[in-house]
């Protein structure tokens, strides 16, 4: 009898000493829905590489502690294969494992499937996607990593009209909310600019774009803008224009990946001339970032350079949640993230911006950079200050 | 004018790259009556070997282009003998069996080349031009590499001993058999013929245009649109379909614009499909 008492007792304590640890334990798993496969795949695997450093880095550093306990953070990546559809499959799947907390994904079209399905199953996220709804009012809970080319075309336009002479100009992108919604927004700054435009989109999945090609050589276009074409396709473009025998400047006023675009063309002499968005000004820095990334994830970092934008996305996640003193409750994520001024130990100082163009203070603005390539060698990136709406 | 020229040769050029993937396709289907869902997978990896021998290994491109033909073929060969015969009989089986090999092609690239494009240059650059028409020297080989294929494939189909086997087989697989047609290695011949086919193609024109895990889903698709309007398990039909599916894609690209232009094509299609189902030189009924 008294044999028996005592296992119970010692079982009951057993038993209790679990369910504590269980209590305490606190575990963040962060769902991300990334573009793993087609020609995107280069923006997704920035966001992935990102999201798994801040991951081990909030970790190993013990960034985020709640009731006085470090929490794990584990990442559950996605394929969301840049299609509204897929981005709302992989978001159910994360749904269906209890995410809560989500970065990612990349493309507008993703976007627009993630966020009905990111809102229903009540999820905090910060996303990409450059299109004219990416956030806004409706999804409370959405936050955007940057501006898109609202923000920062019209200063890349106006360096490349300050190097070359340009009346004309042809902008070529994906026929879906990826393409139309980028290609609109540049249309516009390059008129207001006096370039007249034209517009050719193409149906995405499309491998030869000589007849596209054609057109715009017809079109007698003197400048050409690759918008938010994915950077496999954009190389095939420019490989193919410049043997039409295109000898104007290229913009490329989308997401970044002009080292791919350039290895798909067949090198920075193709690209001959070339300005792009470049979401970061690398200084010393951003070359601590790098290393730190190194060291940590023992490689190194994703080549495409939205990893940095992606980087201090996930951060701020971080200290939103650190913030709120929940890994769960997306509002409260969402409410204690609005108070926290932008900023990052990298990049510094930026913005919250978003009320003028969505209708919502949810966008995060931090200096960026201009890329320009001329006569085929790279010039050093010029600054540009953040996008501020003060 | 100029423009109406560049587009012609722009689709010829597709005409003969769509029926170098459909005469593999078709084959496949007319003599095994497999629809074969792996077929955009054979051309990716044969892009990928030529870029691994050419690139990697640094050996010359046209030995690369040899090699990937070469390792298609073979690769086509035993799916064929050692998976897809047990199912043969089973289409549904059949479609499952195609559709699982190119995934799992697929992700195996994915994981040993990874999801970004490789830089995989055409050996000869340069572009010919005259006037406003221009046409690059790498198009000008490849379509003389492909327009090579077709004739000796048209050879072996009609000119030679194994040509007619297969025709035989395509025709009445029973009464083929029973005259001695041997399946056991004509089957696994043919899909080698098809694949390696496929692959030879991946290798030719990955470099001019762009080498990534994901393009063989955009020649699955194109594929099969092209035997479907030629007449499944027609090998005329398919070449027919080819050119009509590369003129009508380019012209209608070039003058309807990028988005109306596949739009045309797919419109044109479904037309005649419903005017003639069985396809261009397609048959109303397969009988083996």
């Not at chain 1, 559809?85 to 493309?107: D, F, Q």
């Not at chain 2, 491109?61 to 897809?84: C, D, H, K, N």
């Not at chain 2, 005259?130 to 000119?159: D, E, H, K, S």
């Amino acid at each position: 009898m008294t044999l028996g008492l005592g296992r119970l007792v010692c079982g009951s304590l057993i038993a209790s000493a679990g369910l504590v640890g269980a209590v305490s334990a606190c575990e963040l798993k962060i769902g991300v829905p990334a573009v793993l496969s087609g020609p995107a795949a280069q923006w997704g695997i920035a966001l992935r590489g990102a999201t798994e450093f801040v991951a081990k880095e909030t970790m190993e550093e013990k960034r985020l502690v709640i009731n006085g306990v470090a929490c794990t953070v584990s990442v559950k990546s996605i394929d969301s294969k840049y299609s509204a559809e897929g981005a709302a499959s992989a978001t159910s799947a994360l749904a269906a494992e209890g995410i809560k907390v989500i970065i990612g994904p990349v493309g507008s079209p993703e976007v627009t499937g993630f966020k009905p399905v990111a809102t229903r199953n009540r999820m905090v996220a910060m996303v990409n996607s450059f299109a004219k709804n990416s956030i806004g009012p409706e999804w409370p809970t959405v936050f955007h990593i940057g501006p898109g080319p609202s923000g920062w075309a019209a200063p890349i336009i106006d360096v490349g009209l300050q190097r070359y002479k340009f009346k004309t100009a042809a902008i070529v992108a994906p026929n879906d909310q990826g393409g139309t919604d980028i290609a609109s927004v540049n249309a516009d700054i390059f008129k207001q600019r006096g370039v007249t435009v034209t517009e050719e989109y193409y149906q995405r999945g499309t491998t030869n774009f000589a007849p596209i090609v054609t057109r715009i050589m017809a079109s007698n276009a003197e400048a050409l803008d690759l918008a938010s074409s994915p950077a496999g396709d954009a190389g095939i473009i420019v490989k193919q224009i410049r043997q039409a025998g295109f000898t104007g400047p290229i913009f490329r006023l989308g997401g970044p990946g002009t080292d791919e675009i350039a290895r798909v063309a067949g090198g920075l002499d193709i690209l001959k001339d070339f300005l792009w968005y470049e979401p970061v000004y690398m200084d010393d820095n951003m070359r601590a970032l790098e290393q730190k990334y190194e060291k940590l994830m023992g490689s190194v970092r994703p080549e495409n350079s939205d990893f940095f934008r992606w980087t201090f996305a996930a951060r701020m996640m971080i200290k939103a949640i650190q913030a709120a003193g929940t890994i769960d409750n997306a509002e409260k994520i969402a409410a204690a993230m609005r108070t926290l001024p932008v900023e990052d130990e990298h990049i510094g100082k930026g913005y919250w911006i978003g009320q003028k163009f969505f209708g919502i203070n949810q966008e995060m603005s931090y200096p960026f950079a201009i890329g320009v390539i001329q006569g085929g060698v790279k010039q050093p990136l010029i600054r540009a200050e953040a996008v501020s709406e003060k | 004018m100029e423009s109406f020229i560049a587009t012609g040769l722009i689709g010829i050029s597709l005409g003969t790259q769509y029926t170098l993937l459909a005469l593999g396709f078709t084959l496949i289907f007319g003599i095994l009556g497999v629809v074969n869902f792996a077929h955009g997978g054979f051309y990716v990896m044969g892009g990928y070997v030529a870029y691994y021998c050419n690139v990697i290994l640094g050996l010359p491109y046209p030995f690369a282009v040899l090699m990937a033909m070469l390792s298609m073929a073979a690769l086509g060969w035993l799916f064929e003998a050692f998976i897809l015969e047990r199912v043969i009989e089973d289409h549904q089986a059949t479609l499952m069996v195609t559709m699982g090999f190119y995934l799992v092609m697929a992700t195996a690239i994915l994981m040993i080349f990874g999801a970004e494009s490789p830089q995989f240059p055409f050996p000869v650059t340069g572009v010919w031009r005259l006037g406003g028409i221009y046409f690059p020297y790498a198009n000008m080989i490849v379509l003389g590499a492909c327009l090579a294929a077709i004739v000796f494939v048209y050879w072996l189909v009609y000119r030679t001993n194994i040509g007619r086997g297969m025709r035989a087989m395509s025709e009445d697989l029973p009464v083929a058999s029973a005259l001695g047609m041997r399946t056991k290695a004509l089957f696994p011949f043919a899909f080698a013929l098809a694949t390696g086919l496929a692959g030879g193609t991946g290798a030719l024109v990955t470099p001019i245009l762009a080498l990534a895990p994901h393009v063989g889903d955009s020649v699955l698709a194109f594929s099969f649109l092209t035997v479907i309007l030629g007449g499944l398990g027609s090998v005329t039909g398919a070449t027919c379909a080819a050119f009509i599916v590369g003129l009508i894609e380019a012209y209608a690209a070039v003058y309807l614009g990028g988005s109306k232009g596949a739009l045309t094509l797919f419109a044109l299609v479904l037309i005649i499909l419903v005017v003639r189902p069985q396809g261009l030189l397609g048959r109303e009924v397969r009988r083996s």
